[in-house]
């Protein structure tokens, strides 16, 4: 049985965003040298970090009407392309302010273009089946280059320094990565003249609202505010505080760099299976049980981290906060194509995620400057465990009944 062309898509984009996806969440293994040569404190590392959120979630909604007027693959290659050419710049820099505009901007800007927003409207359009099983897939890729780039950038910090760090990063996504998205990336079936796997579903252009209808409309919308605030909470506690502070918190407590390394990856690891069978489950199950699910054990598993003074218990921290933590995203996004018109995928999943992103930044920069004043994470990690029970509340409050994409 011949493969079908969406298989082959999926890969490119998963491999895209692995690597684009995987430079950005390298970030925590730089603080530290940041902040020895350029004689920062843990509040404007943590800045650098707010602005880059800040920038990539602002790029979202823009990026999904583009994808929505263009095609992903334009958008994927050029965003790829320019992520590259500034990490390799960013070896450059003398000067604080040059991280901020380097890495806090332009890094930030190609990293929204191969983000879940992209991804999503891939998805939606090459598969009707299995696609939240799909979305699985692709949105492992952040999990792989979690793995893969977070404990590889802290090695070769150790070897080369940041400066050499970042040359190897930009030079794999421009002789890399840029050649096989631009080789294999399609933006549609029609464009290999297939039809979507699974076939054409006839019942999913007419979802929930007429397509002539104003996409501002979602706005009046109550569903979509209990979407996408808990989707904020996820940005804070996931990309925002764990992926910023995890790396500077075990050096704090005193785990060497092997404890750390190994705490990454395991939780990358177990990111990977959870967003996998999130996905998986998403098809099958209720993505509102689902979502609820998750954001209680997210909060539970942070209590572990504030008695994680042994290396055991950071390793148990990683692995089940690893299971719950990019485990939200194919559910939330199939709540969007289940509730809302599939042709306005671009520009919905854009505002989502610009409210994951802000959520982000509040994540990455309150916690730096609460560790500014008291020396400690815990007050952060009490606040984060507040706002995922109010995730939870809000999610529970959605319709049950959810109808079929």
């Not at 750390?260 to 509102?288: E, H, M, Q």
């Amino acid at each position: 049985m011949k493969l079908h062309y969406g298989w082959i898509v999926l890969f490119a984009t998963f491999f895209a965003l692995f690597a684009v996806q995987g430079v950005r969440l390298a970030f925590g293994a730089f603080i530290i040298p940041w902040e020895n040569e350029f004689s920062l404190d843990r509040s404007m590392t943590s800045l650098i970090s707010t602005v880059s959120f800040i920038v990539y979630g602002l790029s979202q909604p823009v990026v999904g009407r583009l994808i929505d007027r263009y095609g992903a693959r334009m958008i994927v290659i050029g965003s790829t392309a320019l992520v590259g050419v500034s990490v390799i710049l960013t070896a450059m820099t003398q000067q604080s302010w040059q991280l901020f505009l380097l890495y806090g901007f332009f890094v930030s800007l190609g990293v929204g273009g191969a983000s879940n927003v992209a991804a999503a409207a891939i998805v939606t359009k090459w598969f009707t089946a299995k696609r939240g099983f799909a979305l699985g897939i692709v949105e492992a890729g952040f999990g792989v280059g979690q793995m893969i780039m977070v404990p590889g950038s802290l090695l070769l910090i150790q070897v080369m320094g940041w400066r050499g760090t970042v040359v190897v990063l930009g030079l794999f996504l421009l002789l890399l990565v840029v050649p096989v998205v631009v080789f294999l990336l399609r933006n549609q079936p029609a464009d290999k003249n297939l039809s979507p796997y699974g076939g054409v579903n006839e019942q999913g252009d007419t979802v929930a609202e007429n397509k002539n209808s104003s996409p501002w409309s979602v706005f009046a919308d109550y569903k979509f505010w209990f979407i996408i605030m808990p989707f904020v909470i996820c940005g804070f506690t996931t990309t925002g505080l764990m992926d910023t502070h995890l790396i500077p918190f075990a050096h704090d407590h005193g785990f060497s760099t092997q404890v750390t390394g190994s705490a990454v990856s395991i939780l990358a690891a177990f990111n990977i299976a959870g967003i996998i069978l999130s996905g998986y489950l998403a098809d099958r199950w209720s993505s509102r049980r689902m979502l609820i699910f998750l954001y209680s054990v997210r909060s539970l598993s942070l209590i572990l981290l504030l008695v994680s003074h042994e290396p055991v218990l950071l390793l148990i921290f990683a692995a089940v906060f690893g299971l719950v933590d990019f485990a939200t995203v194919a559910p939330t996004q199939l709540l969007v194509t289940k509730h809302f018109n599939k042709h306005r995928v671009g520009f919905i999943i854009g505002w989502l995620f610009l409210g994951h992103q802000v959520g982000s930044a509040l994540g990455s920069y309150i916690p730096g400057l609460l560790y500014s004043h008291h020396n400690s994470y815990s007050s952060a990690f009490y606040a984060a465990i507040f706002l995922l029970v109010l995730a939870v509340i809000m999610t529970y409050l959605l319709p049950k009944k959810e109808l079929a994409s």
